[in-house]
């Protein structure tokens, strides 16, 4: 964007509008994002638990319902104890936010559409979420109540151990693609599902479980909310916090669940490759066309954030049906569980790969980009993707109203 | 056992301390100086054919009338009693123990009466005992922990004494 | 830790940490309603638990004095508020037997069906507070659910949906309208495979018994030391159930039921209904015990709705005149205790002849369940304490009363 802006604009300037506008649309990914998922949420629980869930803010659905509490929330006062650290307390909301916030810079919405394309984008991503973990720590240490203290104690044992298994899980699908980056690991996916990492071998298929409750953990969701088990810690980190800091602390989860979610998507579910390769089918991704490749884009944007969308409401399900761990199963949960079968996967999918180095479905490997590991610019990549493309037996095939009814149920 | 056969052991073995039984009452019930309480419910606990195991509960009774015409009339001497409902888990049996206590210790107005506590015999005993001695004020001696459980450390008075008057006042909060 | 500096061995080997005390309540989730701990803590571990109890302390006993037994009923009502019925049937019975009034058979019935029908709504809220207390939300809900039938049952017989004030002394207020005994037959038949939900949910999840199974295990001995009954003592192994071990004037009202008291003997539980298997890490006497016990106590209870039943519509006749509301009582006291969903709740009725009592006086059965939350809590992880506080299922209006 940038590139395109210069034409008009001085670099600086150019440079700045562009990481303006990607920062504004990540900032509305995010709030819109938690708008949602908190409405998605109560859904949800609602349903689950035989009730109707928001009915009234919005129409029939309740949609408008967390922008109601949303104003509500601004509304009340910003309370801050008196024993808090003043400092650290105000700004530990912030802290939270911005590294759940800053993971989506490096995550693609669809073939290219990333505000950063890092060459190490899921080194990137694990990394600041990891730094989501401070936010609460300061919060509980701050807030200079007790139970902020345990939930920020526990919250500082549980994301730091959790870690471990879940860095091994993610190396796998990097391991099998061969880059960090997660532009170049959604295009390798291209295709039917079974291109997907999930299906490339058996251990992948393992590690993507242990990867999902470790990402669980990693952003507190319940059976693992332990830093704010409101039966035993009241709420935790964010007991003392009120009004509009406290939904930041809302928001900062929610859009961490989205950003593990996405990943999920991204490393085991081919990003925003369907099930199906429909826009082969209608001939889209291979188009010269940018239009063309515009809308294919689009397709792929709903069809991951599908699979995202999937992935979070898969953890409101867990949540909102199975009892809270103590503590002690939680770290054993991780060190004696995640931790060895993550290292079982990894090990398992490197002689996997070594011994058969298309994967398990070997006669589809077309949809494989393979000769091209190393892209450096979102040229080469076009160019490979294309290329690919048109050596492709199934590609402008079958482009028919087929094609199109399929699209409505991707 | 029957009543009386129980009552003639019980009587052999501690003598004077068992003043009054009454059998007839609708759940019989025997009296037992303060004196003697201690030795008899671990009698009554340990003994393998009686095994009175489970304390229910300890209540005291405020037999007082503080409306003088009609205390005239009222049947009773003033005092204050301690009932233990014991039972047995392995026998299935029942058996009240009562306990007479002045309403004051020496007949000076605040000067608690004082009965022993049985919390070395049952743990339950504990928190019965302190409620009697936070709603009725009753000293238990040797209690290990005598305060009060239900109302606030720095209540005055003993609620379900009969005399008891509420306070008009409590930290600010109105009484009456 | 209380660590002597001067010790070296300590500055070596050991960090000095030190303890810390954290209030647990009166306004806090888990302690069902206002009840206060007192942990003192070294990092996670509880070192000890304090309860400290009195904030819904409203005198009832005091109350009891002033009123006649009649009046005291809604009072009650108010103590262990999620059991109403059995508490107006204690009070009744204390009563009844303070006046030696015999009931006739139809009343017997109607109060086995509904103190029966109220121990299921009291362990569904029990059962579900626990799984709240454990971290899931949903069970809780789903009790609530077939509570509420229960409930809109109550209503249709006495008006009320709490406080019932329903059984009193001599019978009942009113009789069962046209109709309700259909109804009561169909929700039990509804209430029959939600049961297995439960099951599934909680019972058997493998979360939950981690969390419960050989948590806050209490011996048989200490159980009936610290007075604890009901499922609690039950839960322990002890077989004691006043419905069948109780004194004549109660245990008459179950004559002819057929029922097993739940308790585990040789290792089984009572085989009349199909039941989860016992996990292997559960031991007896843990909180998995405790709420299993509840668990089968309402299915022994839906046994005991159906029965009454049919007793009570083969009954011709009164279902029981309640006594004038300033009846004269006898000179005398009587202590009668029932079974209520939270164990034996005992009253306690001194009369000096006068229609008003002397004394009237509520054992509590939470209150002796609580005390031995001490004892329970020592060494346990602060996740423990809610387990095993809500394990107990206390009420606090109960306790305090």
Known sequence: MAEYLQQYLPQSLAYLTAALVHAVLILVVVALGTLIFIWLERKVSGRIQDRLGPTRVGGKFGWLQTLADGLKLITKEDLRPASADSMLFLIAPYVSLCASYVAYIALPFADGWVAIHLNVAVFFIVAV???????????????????????????????????????????????????????????????????WFLFHDPFTFIVFWVYFTCATASVNRAPFDLAEAESELVAGFHTEYSGVRWSIFFMAEYSSMVVVSALAAILFFGGWNGPLPITHWLGLADSANPLAHYVANLLGLINFLGKAIAGVTFMMWVRWTLPRLRIDQVMATCLKYCTPIAAFGFAGAVIWTFLFPGGLVIPNKDWVVQEEYQLDEPQAQSAASTSAASTSPLAHADSGLHAEEHHGTD | MSGH???????????????????????????????????????????????????????????????????????????????????????????????????????????????????????????????????????????PDLRRILCPEDWVGHALRKDYEMPLEYHGIRGR | ??????????????????????????????????????????????????????????????????????????????????????????????????????????????????????????????????????????PFLYAFREREKILDLFEEVCGARLTYSYITVGGATADLPPGWLQKCEAFLDQLRPVIDEYHALLTTNAIFVRRTAGIGVLSAEKAIDYGCTGPVLRGSGVDYDLRRDGEQRYTEMYDGYAFEVIVERDGHYPKDHDYPPVPKTAVLGDCWHRFYVRMLEVMQAMDLVRQAIDRYSMCSGDWGTPVKLTEKLPKGDAYMETECPRGQMGFYIVSNGGSIPLRARARSSSFCNLSVTYDLCRGCLIADVPAIVGSLDIVMGEIDR
């Open chain 3, 1 to 138: 830790m209380a660590t002597q500096t001067d010790d070296p061995r300590i500055i070596e080997f050991d960090v000095r940490t030190d303890e810390m005390l954290v209030n647990m309540g009166p306004q806090h989730p888990s302690t069902h309603g206002v009840l206060r701990l007192v942990l003192r803590t070294d990092g996670e571990i509880v070192s000890e638990a304090t309860p400290h109890i009195g904030y819904l302390h409203r005198c009832a006993e005091k109350i009891g004095e002033n009123l006649t037994p009649r009046q005291w009923i809604p009072y009650t009502d108010r103590m262990d508020y999620l059991a109403g019925m059995n508490m107006n049937l204690g009070w009744s019975l204390a009563v009844e037997k303070l006046m030696n009034l015999e009931l006739p058979e139809k009343a017997r019935h109607l109060r086995v069906l509904i103190a029966e029908m109220n121990r299921i709504a009291s362990h569904l809220v029990g059962m579900g507070a626990y799984g709240l207390d454990l971290g899931t939300f949903s």
């Open chain 2, 5 to 143: 056969e129980f009552v003639d052991r019980l009587k052999k073995q501690f003598g004077d301390a068992i003043t009054t039984v009454n059998l007839e009452a609708i759940d019989p019930w025997i009296e037992v100086k303060p004196e003697g309480l201690l030795a008899l419910c671990r009698y009554l606990r340990d003994e393998p054919d009686l095994r009175f195991n489970m304390l229910n509960c300890i209540s005291g009774v405020d037999y007082f009338e503080p409306d003088e015409k009609k205390a005239a009339k009222a049947g009773f001497e003033p005092h204050i009693e301690v009932v233990y409902h014991l039972s047995s888990i392995v026998h299935k049996t029942t058996l009240v123990l009562k306990v007479m206590l002045p309403r004051w210790k020496d007949d000076q107005p605040g000067n608690l009466p004082e009965v022993p506590s049985v919390s070395s015999i049952w743990s339950t005993a504990d928190w019965h005992e302190r409620e009697t001695f936070d709603l009725m004020g009753v000293h238990f001696s040797d209690h």
């Open chain 1, 129 to 195: 979420l990891g730094l989501e973990v401070f936010g609460v720590m300061l919060a509980g240490y701050a807030s200079g109540s007790k139970w902020s203290l345990f939930g920020a104690m526990r919250e500082a044992a549980q994301v730091v151990s959790y870690e471990v298994p879940l860095g091994i899980c993610v190396v796998v699908p990097v391991l099998i693609a061969g880059t960090m980056d997660l532009v170049a690991i959604g295009q390798m996916q291209a295709g039917w599902f079974f291109n």
